[in-house]
């Protein structure tokens, strides 16, 4: 009997043990798939991410842009942002695996760059040196103006002077001289005639005439002051006239054009031509109507003040060939002379 129960006890235990041996078993065995499960996670985590995206970014001389700034555009709308350094590198660390990612670059001065960027697991991807091209210049449409440049010319022509001190203002020396405005036209003859050295011929030519008794006026002292008197009202008549006025009316230009080359004939030819054929204002050849209407004008007009003995048409004959003679006379020295003495400053 007491073997029967020792048997029974023994039976029991020993199926205990086995109980307890299934669930340790069973308990061993969740441990396992857990902890691989957990490794296994822990490998797809370090296969998801990767060290850093790397590059530098250059000039097309590969020097070095500092400051500019990296944008990256991950597939899933996140976006992240850096600067380069002092020495142009820059990095972008623990980025996710992906196809999708964009990368942008913008510098001041420099044209944008952006590409596309495949990001591998465990990978450090390195872009190498990313070179950024200047900004093209901006077209600039500049409007070519005739007056403003016509401008410009005559304020050069102003200035010019013979011997450093007499004006030389009715010649340029542009190769293409832009027409003149009515308004250029009149302030260039008043500067011509509010010059003292106008004063100063007028009076040197009273001189010629009373020394070679032109014109019936006395020989004395008050002989002399009618000449220059009259003189004054002839010259200035005469540029206002052949200067302003009728160049203003019939477009014309009444500044002498410095050829300055060719032979000396075809030079001396267009000189002594200039007072009977000038430019006009459209560029083309013409009959210089207003130096003969001026020097015609200037000389009826003195029959006014002029002695009755110098009045008629003959005197006005004489006058107007006096004066496109002297014309004459100054476009051969504007031509073959004047230049080497006069101080001009072409644009």
């Known amino acids: 009997m007491?073997?029967?129960?020792?048997?029974?006890?023994?039976?029991?235990?020993?199926?205990?043990?086995?109980?307890?041996?299934?669930?340790?078993?069973?308990?061993?065995?969740?441990?396992?798939?857990?902890?691989?499960?957990?490794?296994?996670?822990?490998?797809?985590t370090s296969k998801t991410q990767i060290t850093a995206i790397l590059g530098t970014v250059t000039?097309?001389?590969?020097?070095?842009?500092?400051?500019?700034?990296?944008?990256?555009?991950?597939?899933?709308?996140?976006?992240?942002?850096?600067?380069?350094?002092?020495?142009?590198?820059?990095?972008?660390?623990?980025?996710?695996?992906?196809?999708?990612?964009?990368?942008?670059?913008?510098?001041?001065?420099f044209a944008d760059w952006s590409s596309f960027v495949s990001v591998q697991p465990g990978q450090q991807k390195s872009l190498g040196e990313i070179m950024l091209s200047v900004?093209?210049?901006?077209?600039?449409?500049?409007?070519?103006?005739?007056?403003?440049?016509?401008?410009q010319q005559l304020e050069a022509e102003e200035h010019q002077r013979v011997l450093g001190f007499i004006p030389n203002i009715f010649v340029t020396y542009e190769h293409h001289p832009e027409a003149l405005t009515a308004k250029m036209k009149f302030h260039l003859t008043y500067k011509g005639l509010t010059h003292p050295t106008f004063f100063a011929f007028q009076g040197?030519?009273?001189?010629?005439?009373?020394?070679?008794?032109?014109?019936?006026?006395?020989?004395?002292s008050e002989g002399y002051a009618k000449r220059f008197a009259a003189n004054l009202v002839d010259g200035t008549s005469e540029s206002l006239f052949a200067n302003a006025i009728l160049p203003s009316l019939l477009h014309q230009d009444p500044r002498y054009f410095y050829r300055g080359s060719g032979t000396k004939r075809s030079r001396a030819w267009h000189a002594i031509m200039a007072p009977f054929v000038c430019t006009g204002d459209d560029?083309?050849?013409?009959?210089?109507?207003s130096q003969m209407g001026g020097s015609v004008i200037a000389a009826s007009l003195s029959q006014t003040y002029y002695p009755a003995s110098n009045r008629g048409p003959e005197s006005v004959a004489r006058s107007f060939g006096i004066g496109m003679g002297l014309h004459v006379v100054l476009g051969v020295a504007q031509e073959f002379v004047l230049p080497k003495f006069t101080s001009k400053n072409v644009h």
């Open 283 to 289: 560029g083309t050849l013409q009959p210089n109507y």
């Open 135 to 151: 900004l093209s210049e901006r077209t600039i449409t500049v409007s070519y103006s005739p007056k403003q440049v016509a401008a």
């Open 2 to 44: 007491i073997g029967n129960e020792l048997r029974k006890i023994q039976n029991q235990l020993w199926e205990v043990s086995l109980h307890a041996m299934k669930l340790l078993l069973l308990v061993i065995a969740g441990t396992s798939v857990a902890s691989e499960c957990a490794f296994a996670q822990d490998i797809a």
């Open 59 to 109: 000039d097309a001389n590969g020097d070095p842009i500092p400051n500019a700034t990296v944008l990256l555009d991950g597939p899933a709308g996140n976006r992240r942002a850096t600067t380069t350094l002092e020495d142009g590198s820059f990095a972008m660390r623990d980025v996710v695996e992906g196809d999708g990612y964009h990368l942008g670059i913008t510098a001041k001065g």
């Open 204 to 220: 040197l030519w009273a001189g010629v005439e009373q020394a070679g008794h032109i014109n019936n006026y006395e020989l004395n």
